[in-house]
C-alpha cells in the first residue's frame, strides 16, 4: 500500500457493509445465551480470526501477499514491491529441484544461477518457490529463490530466504552470503512447461 491510498473505516459505505455482513451471520449462528458468552469471553481469539480471513479474502488472488498468508508464516521480513511479477511468474506446469550449495564453495551467485540454467532448471523466482512450499516444503531445509535478485549487482545480491529456526518459519531477504551461513542452502530451480 502506498501513502497515498485511502483506507476504508467501517464507518466509510464500504465498511458498513461488511459490518451488516457480520450482522447478518452472528444473527444466523443462532446462538444462546452460554455461546453468545464464549464468543465474547474469547474476544481477542475472535477478533484475530476475523482479521486474518479479512487478510485473506482482501489480497489478490495469486499475488505475492497470497502466497505468503498460505504458507503461514510466522515472520516475514520482504517488502513485495521489490520483487514485481516476472514472465516466468505465469501460470505453467512446473518441474522443481533443489540443489545443495555449501558455505565456503566458493561459487558465485551468477556462478549458481549459470549451473542451474546449464541444468536445464533456471532459478525459481520468489512466488515459485513459495508455491514450493506451499506443497513440499517442512521447515527443515533453508530455500533461496535466486530467480527474485532484488539488488542489481550480483556482488551485493539480496535474495529471498525460506527458514525455519525453532519453529519458527520465516521469509527474509538477505545477502546471498549471509543466507548460506549454517550448514547447506538448497537453490530452488525450476523447469517450466
Not at 23 to 40: F, G, I, M, T, V
Not at 58 to 87: A, C, M, N, Y
Not at 150 to 173: I, N
Request: overall charge neutral; hydrophobic content about 30%; aromatic content about 8%.
Amino acid at each position: 500500500m502506498t501513502m497515498s491510498d485511502t483506507l476504508i473505516t467501517s464507518n466509510d459505505p464500504k465498511g458498513r457493509h461488511a459490518t451488516d455482513l457480520f450482522r447478518s451471520a452472528y444473527d444466523n449462528a443462532c446462538l444462546d445465551d452460554k455461546r453468545a458468552q464464549r464468543l465474547n469471553e474469547h474476544g481477542g481469539d475472535f477478533q484475530k480470526g476475523i482479521g486474518e480471513l479479512i487478510a485473506r479474502i482482501t489480497v489478490e488472488e495469486g499475488s505475492l501477499e497470497e502466497l505468503i498468508l498460505d504458507l503461514k508464516l510466522h515472520r516475514v521480513h520482504l517488502r513485495p514491491e521489490e520483487f514485481p511479477p516476472q514472465p516466468e511468474d505465469r501460470d505453467c506446469r512446473r518441474e522443481y529441484k533443489l540443489f545443495p550449495y555449501t558455505e565456503g564453495s566458493g561459487h558465485s551467485t551468477e556462478d549458481i544461477i549459470a549451473r542451474l540454467t546449464r541444468k536445464d532448471y533456471p532459478s525459481a523466482t520468489v512466488r515459485e518457490m513459495l508455491r514450493y512450499a506451499i506443497r513440499y516444503w517442512d521447515g527443515r531445509i533453508k530455500i533461496v529463490a535466486l530467480g527474485s535478485i532484488s539488488a542489481p549487482q550480483f556482488s551485493d545480491a539480496h535474495v529471498p530466504v525460506l527458514s525455519c529456526y525453532d519453529g519458527v518459519r520465516t521469509l527474509d531477504t538477505l545477502q546471498f552470503r549471509y543466507a548460506c551461513k549454517g550448514g547447506t542452502t538448497f537453490c530452488l530451480g525450476v523447469r517450466r512447461s
